[in-house]
């Protein structure tokens, strides 16, 4: 009957984790859909234009999925060719980071506050008078921009709180014995962790919501530091779910696109698992605070991959349109 509840009460926190992100993403996207759009088709002329790109749009949108199924769209659409999107792919890496970041402010008391205050804005928009005049559309435009405002606000205040949830609900495991047990094996077999954190990632949709349920688990105590970085490797490797799956049916530039996702962060797990031990004392020089280790783990290794992988973008949009030829060849 405990675990039941406790894991009623993950789930709960995890859920309004996901509502928050996807109000937040809803709100910045009205705010920045079009200038993302420009910046995107404009600004990916050369591989670390568009990795900036990438950033940029990535934050505004705060969602690295969503800017690589919009890169996907502009391929499909014939707006970009197949390695215009590897800067921006390789961005919106660096750029998904920028959630997890937030997290480690230990900002949750105020999530409900800033709940209230997105609602007061939200609700202010739809109380503005309207006039019909011929200033009515400056008006309405004013009054999108209230609500998309209120909407953002209160998609960031609903992701402290579901962190916050899911922390309380998670720090009982620090007292269970089997949790500790298996937690203490995907540190000694980081593979498992591995393992983990893509499937999680994977049936979530989102890595940033599993980077913060690893979070929590850290600031309940329950996660040794091995394991923690491991769920985090197979974090980024569960995001390519979302990609892969918008990639079935499209064009062979869309399926390269899709590959060069899972590839890069296969890779980049790959060359880091050979080198975990010495990659977590250097995330323990940094910082001795559970929470902020997972963080630091997570801007890391998307960070050190990005721009590892930057100078052979051109490489890598050689090999994959080999490896994915325009057309089959016939028997």
Known sequence: MFYTRMILEVIAG??????????????????????????????????FRGLITGIVATAMLQSGAAVTILSMGL?????????????????SNIGSTLTVGLLSLNLDAFGPYLVAAGSLAFLASFLT????????????????RMRAWGLSIIGFGTLFVGFGLMTHATMPLASSPWVTHLLLQAGRHPLLGITAGTVVTAMIGSSSASTALTMSLAKAGTLPLLAGIAIVFGNNIGTCATALLASIGGTRDVLR????????????TFMFFLALKPFAQLV??????????????HVLFNVISSF??????RLFARVLTY????RRLSL
């Not at 391929?75 to 961005?91: E, K, S, Y």
């Open 14 to 47: 995890l859920l309004v984790f996901i509502t928050g992100l996807f109000t937040l993403r809803s709100g910045m996207g009205e705010l920045s859909n079009r200038e993302s759009m420009q910046l995107i088709e404009r600004l990916v002329k050369t591989p």
């Open 75 to 91: 391929v499909a659409a014939g707006t970009l060719r197949f390695a215009d999107t590897i800067g921006i792919i390789l961005g």
């Open 129 to 144: 008078p309207h006039r019909k005049s011929k200033r009515t559309r400056p008006k309405t435009s004013a009054q999108k």
């Open 257 to 268: 696109v899709a590959a060069f996702h899972i590839l890069l962060n296969v890779l980049g």
């Open 284 to 297: 323990k020089s940094v910082t001795s605070d559970p929470v902020s280790q997972i963080v630091v783990a």
């Open 308 to 313: 590892a992988a930057l100078p052979f973008s």
């Open 323 to 326: 490896a994915i030829p325009d």
